[in-house]
Structure formats: structure tokens, C-alpha cells
């Protein structure tokens, strides 16, 4: 039997066990507030809380030690932002917000379909192609978009940025309380950053959770608590008016499309960050996708949405992870999250500001600093010339201000090949390329309204 260090081949990574538990546990603090996150928005189409929180867990824990185990990446995975937001109110139209007014059930079937359909697709190598294809500048501005994104949400996260009326955002109330507690987390986080502190970003994140149960900013609810049922939720998804609607197709492309791009964007951007990129290629990604793959349809099975790979990640790569024991690290922490509700509700529990919005001041500080890590890409990317470097920033810019992976590069890909044929270099873009560019035409004039 391989010891723990060669089946992970730690040394030859360059980092300890010591290093990829704090990595770990980085990552799993970074994205704790889905587990409270994700069953609110999906409890909207009458899905039980609790259920969705135990089924969130589980799908986010099996999934990343998946990862971890086969791919050997230090990323983790869990129901992605965005993907439960189209489920909730686009497909169930949750809330009285319109939509199509599918059950909950009949969404979940939608999922498990597209799980298996990229359960499929990740045999045939279709989506580490896609990596392969993705020219460097492309990538590079993948990289640091998602960076942008990252350290936008941190500051909203924060309170230090709020959103305005007429502009973007604007400056917020600083004297608030959480505002105050997460200048205070980004403070230490960076201090201990300079003078060159392992794991700076997890005791930045300890240190402002204790500051904020001290200063009574943060709710201590406690520690340990009994794991609600998933029986509201287990295996009660519709599959039958799946296969019996036509108008279905478009949702379960759609669920397609989102995780396409999702899990390409986060596998780019983290493997840019974390080194992993050989000749512009991610190896062992068919088996990441597979991993990916296999959580949406677990995910599904159990009462979640879309499970994805998270960008959060970074955080445990900034932190120094390096290898899947990372992964291994923050699903099993995913796994007990449910027996250990309370504590991550009160370090990923929201924290009402005056100005009337939410805060999360003890991870908002992290999300910043792992933002701004993420832009070191950039320097990547021919400034000097116009077909690489325009592509570059608008998937950097449209990522960053739209909130949306999907989105950054779409634009990103759409202006690569315009520019590169109304140069008349044409023959510099892969054929692939122009067809992603043509599908991501379609989505804009058909799926967007």
C-alpha cells in the first residue's frame, strides 16, 4: 500500500501534508456559505431546508473527494452559483417571479439528465478539448476575470462596495460593524501574507470569526447539532415529464451549457494559478470532468442542484495546496459539515448591514485576497497586439462586472475570432473555436431573452 506522500506525490510537488491540510481547509472555509447559500434559494420552489442542506453536503463531499482521489487537483465542488438560481427561478420560477413554472422535481430530473449527458461526453475527452483549444490569451483572461469576479463578490461580501443606484457600486458605509470586521480580516490576512505566513489566508479567516463572536458581529449558534433528513428530497426527482416535453430540451441544454463553461473557466483559471497548465493543457482533465460529471448526477439523485467545480479553490491553491489530499481535505469536511451545522452557520451566516443588504464579513476578506492573487495571469497575455489582447480583457471585464463564468468567456471567444478574422489571420484559430463561437452566437439570440 502507498504511503499518503507517494500516492499523492507530495514531495514531488513541492509541499507538505501539512500545507495541503491547510489548503484544504482554506478552500472549505471559502465556500462554507453554500451550505446555508444553496437551501435557501432552492427551499423558494418549496424544497425542504433541511434536506437541501444535508443533500448539498453530501453531493459537495463525494464530489471533491472524487477529485481529489482520481484527478489528484486540489479543487473542490459543490452546487454551483448560478446554476441554482436558473433552477430555482427560471425553470420553477420560484417566488412569483415568473419563469416556466416547472416542480422542483421536474428540474431535478432536467439536472440528472445533463449530469449523465456530461457523464458521457467526459468518455470521449469532448471538454479537456476544449481546454486545449483555448488560446493562451484566452486562458490568461479567464484567469484573472475570475479574479476580478472573486474579489468583486469579496468586497460586496465585505460591505466595503454596495450596490448604487444609477452607478455599479459605490463606497459603503465603512463605520458599519461588518464592514469594519472584514477591514479588520483583510488587515491580517495581508499582513501575515507579507511577512510570508503558511496558511495566512485561513488564520485570516480564523482570527476575524473570533473577533466577530467577541465584538457579537458574528452569531455564535454553537457547535454540534443533529443532521436533518434527506428523505423530503432523496430520489424524488421527475423524469418522466423530462423525456415527455420538448420544451425540456432547451432547460437541460441550458444546465449543459452553464457547467460547460463553469467547470472549464474554474479548471482554467485554478490550473493557471496553481501551475498545473502543461503546454496549455490540464493534465488528467478528462478525469476532473468525469468527477464534476458524476457529482451533478449524485447532486440530483439526492435533491441539489448543478453540482460544479468551485473557483473558490484558489483560495486553497493561494494557500499552497498543490495535490487532490487537499480535495480529500475539504470533502471530508463537506461530509461532517452536517453534524457541524451551527459552526459553519455562524462563520458563513450573513450579517445584516444598515445600509439594508448582507454581509459576510469573515470570508469576504479571503475571497479579495485570493482575487487579487488570480491577476498575476495577465501577465501572460501580447499587450502589444490587438487579437489577443482585446479578447483578453473583455472576458476579464464582462466576467468580472456581470458576476457570470459563462458570460466572460463568450465575449472572450466571440471578439478572438472576429478579430482574428478581420485581420486576415483567420488560420491562427482552431476550427473549434468558430464553433463555440457560433454556439455561444446561438445561446444570445435564442436562450437570452
Known amino acids: 500500500m502507498p504511503s499518503l506522500k507517494e500516492f499523492f506525490d507530495i514531495e514531488r510537488q ?21 451550505i446555508f447559500v444553496q437551501p435557501t434559494i432552492l427551499s423558494a420552489t418549496g424544497m425542504n431546508f433541511g434536506a437541501v ?40 420560477g420560484a417566488a412569483g417571479v415568473g419563469g416556466l413554472g416547472y416542480s422542483w422535481q421536474v428540474a431535478l430530473g432536467a439536472v440528472f439528465i445533463s449530469g449523465t449527458l456530461f457523464v458521457l461526453l467526459s468518455f470521449f475527452g469532448f471538454r479537456e478539448k476544449i481546454i486545449e483549444i483555448f488560446p493562451q490569451s484566452l486562458k490568461s483572461g479567464i484567469a484573472a476575470g475570475i479574479g476580478l469576479l472573486i474579489a468583486l463578490v469579496g468586497l ?67 457547535v454540534l447539532g443533529r443532521p436533518p433528513s434527506m428523505a423530503p428530497t432523496f430520489l424524488q426527482l421527475n423524469l418522466r415529464e423530462v423525456f415527455s416535453s420538448v420544451n425540456m430540451i432547451s432547460i437541460v441544454l441550458v444546465f449543459l451549457f452553464l457547467d460547460l463553461f463553469d467547470t472549464v473557466g474554474t479548471l482554467i483559471g485554478v490550473g493557471e ?65 452536517p453534524f457541524f451545522g451551527k459552526l459553519a452557520q455562524s462563520a458563513g451566516e450573513g450579517v445584516q448591514l444598515a445600509s439594508g443588504g448582507m454581509a459576510y464579513p469573515v470570508v469576504g476578506p479571503a475571497l479579495i485576497i485570493v482575487g487579487s492573487m ?14 489577443e489582447s482585446i479578447p483578453a480583457f473583455l472576458t476579464m471585464a464582462v466576467m468580472g462586472l456581470t458576476i457570470g463564468i459563462t458570460e466572460g468567456i463568450a465575449f472572450g471567444v466571440i471578439a478572438y475570432c472576429a478579430l482574428k478574422l478581420v485581420a486576415g489571420r483567420g488560420k491562427e484559430v482552431h476550427w473549434s473555436m468558430y464553433l463555440i463561437g457560433v454556439l455561444v452566437l446561438a445561446r444570445y439570440c435564442f436562450l437570452v431573452k
Not at 61 to 83: H, N, Q, R, S, V
Not at 374 to 387: C, E, I, Y
Open 273 to 337: 494559478q496553481g501551475g498545473f497548465m502543461v503546454d496549455g493543457k490540464l493534465p488528467r482533465a478528462r478525469r476532473a470532468f468525469l468527477c464534476d460529471a458524476l457529482g451533478t448526477v449524485a447532486g440530483a439523485s439526492m435533491g441539489t442542484s448543478t453540482v460544479t467545480s468551485y473557483i473558490e479553490s484558489a483560495a486553497g491553491v493561494s494557500a499552497g495546496a498543490r495535490t487532490g489530499l487537499a480535495s480529500l481535505v475539504t470533502g471530508l469536511l463537506f461530509l461532517v459539515a
Open 156 to 222: 460586496w461580501y465585505s460591505g466595503i462596495v454596495v450596490p448604487a443606484p444609477g452607478a455599479l457600486v459605490m463606497l459603503g458605509k465603512l463605520r458599519d460593524p461588518a464592514a469594519l470586521l472584514a477591514v479588520f480580516g483583510l488587515a491580517v490576512t495581508a499582513i501575515l501574507l507579507a511577512r510570508k505566513v503558511s496558511g495566512a489566508i485561513l488564520y485570516g479567516i480564523v482570527a476575524t470569526f473570533i473577533v466577530g463572536v467577541a465584538t457579537g458581529v458574528v452569531e455564535y449558534h454553537g
Open 14 to 34: 513541492g509541499t507538505t501534508v501539512t500545507r495541503e491540510i491547510v489548503g484544504g481547509m482554506t478552500t472549505f472555509a471559502t465556500m462554507s456559505y453554500i
Open 374 to 387: 488570480m491577476m498575476r495571469s495577465l501577465v501572460n497575455v501580447n499587450w502589444k497586439d490587438a487579437t
Open 53 to 92: 442542506m444535508v443533500a448539498t453536503c453530501l453531493s459537495a463531499g463525494l464530489a471533491t473527494i472524487a477529485m481529489g482521489l482520481i484527478a489528484k487537483y486540489p479543487i473542490a465542488l459543490a452546487p454551483g452559483m448560478g446554476e441554482n438560481f436558473y433552477f430555482a427561478f427560471v425553470v420553477c
